[in-house]
């Protein structure tokens, strides 16, 4: 488009923005005016796209990070001819899907759900990233950034890992319009303090005018034309651009215009242009070609395994099985053991440094292109990008998260290391699947089956050794659990898994010899769980107690009774859990500590059963 | 101390590192060890600091934010005669307040427990802030940062603002050894490309040899005299520093030496330096002087306001009743209602921008010097904090945090906006307090009663207006309930909070004109749960219904188990909460759609009524 075709496509874009949030009653106008002219461009003279063919492997990727700016998506959308007039104006709807920040559940052309700010970057680097050294395909990815969000330091995370991995693919375009929602930025319309932030983590700059279309488009052009660096361009504009009544005003962030009849006659009336956007090159998806075969590695009932070696070795046989299996970790790999499919797979394995909200974000980007990642750490560091979590639920995103140094099992290092809190996290987060295996044997084929699932999958591993308990030929299904004592007279029935589940069976054997058998389960899957299983256990055996290395909330003894959530009658139910703050220890004066060893368990389950023949 | 004394001093603290992981079998000497001259220097010729008065208003502060270089800091107090050998030699031991990684509960000169990476520069920047704009003193902040800590984004979010707030009390040392966990670093050995990250941040910087006490030295007196910018010093180091056998090698992190004795004697035996730490100057705490009388805004039964607002007015009245409670707000103020206190204190408020981590991190850098901070943001976007929040329980750091636009009574701006598992995540975590309240008076009361807590409090509060049900007199108790509706007949018992709780008393007024009396219970005090209202609820009516605007795991509904996990009968139980994941609606469509509105409630208790009947 020329020129004068721009600035009426940006025109349009403002008028379609301050209808659709006028229409929904609420809404962020004037955050999507300021960007209009960057939009327009955008949309116009650089993006290559296909509407019909959003899966279409040439084309470029679009991430709105200020995902408030939803009017002006949607808004591009229409003039793309994606979407309708009628459409647009159900903006924000019950059952629209044009909600107040976008999503992919609804929207094909959306890369990744926004509206936590600082995450869109992050994301862009992980497509960016697919793009140089998995699709090996040259579409573009551009992200288009509010200045507010740029306090995120999620934001330089992701500006570390492009800068240094020269994904020159990857252009960021900052939204510089110096207001908040409450007010002035840190930095107002200072465009050289963003960009000597960039310079400084190895981007190319551009720094322009954000309402001269011809500075737009020469600064595209620039970063399509720099090489081995990603490019920033800083753009000033003015926030609700073009109408006086909010132009450059505070107070006037996330709320529709006072008059939007009389804002869109400022604005010069309704258009009605139509953009042709360029077509992708042609392209195809390109996978790494497997074997097709999953030769999980096969452990020997007896050995003493550790459950995150078991993942390792798996997650290798993963990947050589399948093409589409690819691995990040957070600079511990030697610990999550992600390192042995780094070693079998080094192209498909990606170092994220110590930085877990990238990492996260990363595997979310890769996800959207198809790819189906693994992403490790410890879980105690997993709460670092609990936000990031959050969101990849929302986009409906399938990612594999695994974390090692599960509870106070670990031993000396201490609480800072200890994950405690991740099954709490990690069964809150809408869709997810939580599993938390006991052995190498259990872990192999959990990390096979995760990689087919819905949403968000969630694997805890263990640092130290475990005894393997099952054949290498048992299955474990998603939802199920393992019943592994059990007599018809059972005086109660203990539910554990991972570390505690050994611990488990030791109480029942000592309990046994005292002549009270128990019943025990091996809660594998945490989330969803195996209902039938403790419902049956409920109904023999009356009494249930669980034991678990994780805090008393939100962990498995929650778990249990999500089996009881639908008004059938309770059973009485003991939890043993991680009560206290643990400090430095060996591993099993760190068990008996926290009063979730064999002992405490014997202990606990004779009470209960005392107590029940008092009863 | 001369350069001689110093170098000694050097070796001794590596000498003592390597012994006290050798003594423990477990450790980090190499990580100790390329930071001994830094440190050395800093403890001897700079550091101000009575280590037998820790809670000196004039004391500097200092940070190990690489946490793991534990063994270095314990030498470092015993040199100081802080610990004497013995105690030294219990590092990692249970019982010891040696910890792996320091944490503040048995060792008062810890400001905050570390060992997650890149959180003790933002906890620095929190003290050096108090430092500046509320003590008023003249200490300075010393924060020991490793290398590969630097991918973290919160370390760049903390150079954020610690740049653009002038504070040239703090200094941050980088010890760049070059290798991380795994291996290298990405840096490697490049020191400017750290030092024109932290420029670009406006700070000012040193880059040295860190093994030359002469320019350590130097580049601290420079750092001293440096003014209105904060100073990184850029060490280039070597790990293992003085040991053959792991200088500089990969492969030896986290690990004692191979040969203990014989790295002692190779860096010229075990020393004797006792250090004379530098007397602080005298300074007195300063508090803002308070009225002493909290006058809680008062609000008119029947009327309709919303619990955010209720929030800002009383933090508002509470800041002038107490000259030590402090504001933090990620530059959603307006939204929050932080601002209703920024306005009437701004000399205590502190805006954080969007950048969650760093204000949770200031809070707890506040609460170190005396201070009561209140942080707040979206509840949904206090997910970003979560590892720093974990980290601050493991510190023993008593902060405020209050979570605004809670659940999908929000509306229209769809699910990234929601606070969906905030509750999950603040129960989980140790020692917590959990507080959500349904009205205004009840909120006014509930914001000063956290005030006085230990450990993290959370507060909950809502977007939309509610009816104030409660009179401003009453009193609610933290661990406490409010039993609403209550008769000798009730055939089961609503347990709400929240938004939830005015759909309760609504669907218990229908089934009341239906003929089923309910009970409701006002569980406004999530953790600590009220145990014995909710058993003798149970008793009385046998069935419990708990409704809540939040994920169906770690909220309400599993709290008010928590009333029931030792072993006695349990009662019947549905829980309503939010299964599915929302879009756009108004606040009524989603609490509908959501399952959690007055119909949603009445039809589940007539189901659970009438099945007791049929049982």
Redesign the interface.
């Known amino acids: 488009m020329n020129t004068g075709e721009l600035v009426d496509l940006g025109r349009q874009l403002r008028v379609d923005s301050v209808r659709a949030s006028a229409a929904?009653g609420?809404?962020h106008p004037t955050s999507s005016m300021s960007a209009a002219d960057l939009m327009a461009v955008l949309l116009a003279n650089h993006l290559r796209y296909d509407f019909q063919r959003p899966a279409h492997p040439g084309n470029d990727r679009f991430v709105l990070s200020k995902?408030h700016a939803s009017p002006l998506l949607y808004s591009a959308y229409k003039a793309a001819g994606a979407i309708d007039d009628d459409e647009l104006l159900t903006?924000?709807?019950?059952?629209?899907?044009?909600?107040?920040?976008p999503?992919p559940?609804?929207l094909p052309w959306v890369e990744t759900?926004?509206?936590?700010?600082?995450q869109g970057l992050p994301v862009g680097v992980g497509i960016a990233w697919a793009g140089k050294r998995l699709d090996r395909a040259d579409y573009r990815v551009w992200v288009l950034c509010g200045d507010?969000?740029m306090?995120?330091?999620?934001?330089?995370?992701?500006a570390?890992h492009a800068g240094?991995e020269h994904l020159d693919n990857l252009t960021v375009i900052v939204d510089v319009n110096r207001l908040?929602?409450?007010g002035p930025?840190?930095h107002g319309h200072d465009l050289d303090a963003y960009a000597?932030?960039f310079?400084?983590?190895d981007w190319h700059t551009v720094e322009i005018d954000g309402h001269d279309v011809d500075a737009i488009d020469r600064a595209y052009g620039e970063a399509l034309s720099t090489k081995g660096q990603p490019t920033a361009v800083i753009a000033r504009t003015l926030k609700g651009k073009g109408v006086q009544a909010v132009e450059d005003r505070e107070g006037q962030h996330g709320k529709p215009v006072p008059d939007a009849d009389e804002a869109v006659a400022e604005l010069g009336g309704p258009g009605d242009v139509r953009v042709e956007v360029h077509e992708p090159p042609s392209a195809r998806a390109l996978h790494s070609v497997g074997s097709g075969q999953t030769d999980l590695p096969r452990f020997e009932q007896g050995d003493e395994v550790a459950t995150r070696n078991a993942f390792g070795q798996a997650l290798a046989a993963l990947g050589t099985a399948r093409g589409d299996v690819v691995a990040l970790d957070g600079?511990?790999?030697?610990?999550t053991r992600a390192?042995f499919f780094a070693k079998e797979h080094p192209e498909r394995y990606f170092?994220c440094?110590?930085?877990e909200?990238?990492m996260v974000a990363a595997a979310v980007g890769m996800a959207a292109r198809g790819w189906t990642p693994y992403a490790t750490t410890f879980a105690?560091?997993l709460?670092?990008a609990?936000?990031f979590i959050?969101?990849a639920?929302?986009s409906?995103s399938g990612i594999n998260l695994v974390g090692s140094h599960a509870g106070v099992a670990i031993?000396?290092?201490?609480?800072?290391?200890m994950g405690?809190?991740d099954l709490?996290?990690m069964?809150?987060?809408?869709?997810s699947t939580v599993l938390y295996p006991c052995d190498a044997n259990q872990t192999a084929h959990l990390v096979a089956a995760m990689a087919d699932l819905e949403g968000i999958r969630y694997l805890r591993t263990s640092r130290g050794e475990s005894r393997v308990i099952y054949g290498p030929d048992e299955e474990f299904p998603v939802g199920g659990s393992k019943v592994l004592r059990s007599s018809g007279r059972d005086r109660l029935t203990v539910v554990a898994a991972g570390v505690t589940l050994h611990q488990a069976l030791a109480a029942a054997d000592a309990l046994d010899r005292q002549g009270i058998p128990v019943r025990v389960i091996d809660l594998y899957s945490v989330?969803p769980v195996d209902r039938a299983t403790l419902r049956q256990a409920a109904e023999d055996t009356g009494?249930l107690l669980t034991v678990e290395d994780h805090?008393?909330?939100?962990?498995i003894?929650?778990a249990v009774?999500?089996a009881?959530?639908?008004?059938?009658?309770?059973?009485?139910?003991?939890?043993l859990a991680v009560r206290?703050?643990p400090?430095?220890?060996?591993p099993d004066?760190q068990l008996h500590?926290a009063g979730i060893d064999a002992e405490s368990i014997a202990a606990a389950a004779r009470?209960?059963v005392e107590?029940a023949v008092v009863a």
Chains 1, 2 share one sequence.
């Open positions: 929904a609420s809404g995902g903006f924000r709807e019950l059952g629209s899907r044009l909600e107040g920040h999503t559940q609804g759900a926004t509206g936590s700010l600082g507010s969000e306090a995120e330091g999620s934001v330089w995370e992701a570390e240094h908040g929602q409450r930025t840190r000597r932030r310079r400084a983590f600079e511990v790999g030697d610990s390192e170092e440094y110590i930085a909200q990238l105690a560091f709460t670092r609990h936000d959050r969101m639920s929302v409906g031993g000396q290092d201490g609480p800072s290391q405690l809190e709490a996290m069964r809150a987060i809408h869709g989330k009494c805090r008393e909330e939100g962990g003894g929650d009774l999500d009881f959530g639908d008004g059938r009658p309770v059973p009485r139910l003991i939890r206290t703050m400090g430095s220890a060996s004066e500590a009470l209960l107590e």
